[in-house]
């Protein structure tokens, strides 16, 4: 399904769960990987002096140290790596979101696969905060392939999911990503779950007679938008609900022991302070027991032999 995967990372304990699925992944799908790490940021305008992302130090950049770095990342994936010969380990120097971006263009990659997660020891709103405005949500925002963020053990491999959720919002991005779901579901066999939730924001206090009108509205547009366009998959349940979005997601999300959450990262620009606090795709990631792969564009979405949905605007 994914002829080349790049697995961003900081080739540190905080990406451990995002990487035991990067080379299950690549294994399964005998898939070119490229492990992908940006050890440091320009200090200063096009000086070589450069601080490490990890460490906070500042060094000088040369050919040693670059050959350092990946020799550490090949000893610190060493016993993933094992019996891999496609996997390529590379690394460079600059903004992380923008490196990564451009090495996934370079590299026509099929998939990106991140951590959600820079400092374990970050809690409550820094931790929030820190996800908000860190290298995954930008890479999310912009890629031009899916982008799988693994922010927890994930406890079944791809091959071996059994329950897919796609929530969608019934955009343009979210009808991609139900392309992709849906054809990720009938690849691997297993049950798709079409998740709308129905926001009732400032109609809080909206009667029963208001949010019953929504639903049915809803229902119609997962029906002309998504099940005309299953094919023949039928392996699929449709859940309505009202409330707010990501904690319905995520509630019916382990009532259903999903293994993966699908959904369209917000593409709009929007204020900082809006985003850490608005983001529904963020607060799933953040909180999410299982993997959440984002989708915003139809590039590399087109996995198996179904066509795109006819009903995309």
């Known amino acids: ?20 699925v990067a080379f299950e992944l690549s294994r399964k799908n005998k898939s070119r990987l490229n492990v992908f790490h940006v050890f440091g940021l320009p200090t200063r305008g096009f000086g070589l002096t450069f601080k490490d992302v990890r460490t906070g130090e500042e060094t000088e950049v040369d ?4 050959s350092l770095v990946k020799e550490e990342m090949a000893e610190y994936y060493e016993k993933l790596a094992k019996d891999h010969p496609s996997c390529v380990f590379e690394t460079t120097t600059g903004v992380p979101h923008t490196e990564i ?6 590299e026509d990659a099929s998939l990106i696969i991140m951590g959600a997660h820079t400092r374990p020891e970050d809690v409550g709103a820094m931790r929030h905060r820190v996800i908000a405005g860190s290298t995954m949500q930008k890479v ?12 927890r053990p994930c406890v079944t491999c791809w091959s071996y999911f059994a329950n897919i959720v796609v929530a969608t919002d019934f955009s343009k991005p979210a009808n991609y990503a139900f392309q992709f779901a849906r054809n990720v579901a009938k690849e691997i066999g297993c049950r798709l779950h079409i998740f709308h939730c129905v926001d009732l924001g400032g109609e809080a206090e909206a009667g029963q007679a208001y949010i ?6 809803a229902q119609d547009k997962v029906q002309e ?4 366009n299953m094919g023949d998959f039928d392996n699929y349940l449709v859940a309505l609900r009202e409330g707010v979005p990501h904690v319905e997601v995520l509630k019916y999300a382990r009532e259903n022991k999903a293994d993966l959450i699908v959904m369209a990262h917000h593409t709009r620009d929007v204020d900082p302070e809006q985003a850490l606090l608005g983001s529904t795709i963020e607060q799933v990631i953040l909180r999410s027991a299982c993997p959440v792969l984002s989708v915003n564009h139809p590039d590399k979405v087109d996995v ?4 795109p949905p006819r009903a995309h605007e």
């Open 101 to 106: 971006l451009r090495k996934a263009r370079k």
């Open 225 to 228: 938008k998504y099940i005309a």
């Open 304 to 307: 198996s032999p179904y066509g």
């Open 63 to 66: 050919e040693n140290l670059v």
């Open 140 to 151: 999310a925002k912009s890629a031009r392939c899916p982008v799988l963020v693994v922010s």
């Open 212 to 217: 019953e009108q929504q639903l049915a509205e």
């Open 1 to 20: 399904m994914f002829e080349k995967i790049l697995f961003a990372t900081s080739a540190s304990a905080t990406c451990d769960d995002a990487a035991r």
